[in-house]
């Protein structure tokens, strides 16, 4: 008699524990609405920044026009580049023993593909598309 009592008891406790969690599962959340104003802002701003590097510039493409021993190749080829396109900027690096000449700035690739097409119309030298840190200012609200 005594053990169908303990397992009446023990089947009444989990019965009543059983109700007790269903009937505290609902949970009514008050927010304020300028939490989501907040979380907005957070997305852009992590859009701008996933763009950019650890020392603030940003990610991007440049066309490689040319690898060269030469420095003096590779500064005509720059000379020929922005006489041809004076709205793009062109850049040689030096990377021993390498001159790399490189032009433009593009956020997109696709934009760089673009381009690419259009250089090739002016140059013999066939052209690649490089990741590289590029000199950009995004315009308010670009990232968003």
Request: proline fraction near 3%; aromatic fraction near 12%; include cysteine.
């Amino acid at each position: 008699m005594k053990i169908a009592i303990k397992h009446f008891l023990v089947i009444l406790v989990a019965c009543f524990a059983f109700t007790a969690a269903k009937a505290g599962d609902t949970i009514i959340v008050h927010k304020d609405a300028r939490v989501d104003l907040l979380a907005e802002k957070q997305a852009a701003i992590n859009k701008v920044t996933s763009k950019m590097t650890a020392d603030g510039l940003f990610r991007g493409y440049r066309l490689q026009v040319l690898n060269t021993r030469s420095r003096d190749d590779a500064f005509k080829l720059k000379a020929t580049l922005l006489e041809n396109f004076p709205d793009q900027k062109a850049y040689v690096s030096y990377q021993s023993p390498y001159f790399k000449v490189r032009i433009g700035n593009f956020v997109q690739r696709a934009d760089a593909e673009n381009f690419k097409k259009q250089l090739s119309l002016y140059i013999s030298n066939p052209a690649y598309v490089v990741d590289d840190v590029i000199e950009y200012i995004p315009q308010a609200g670009q990232f968003q």
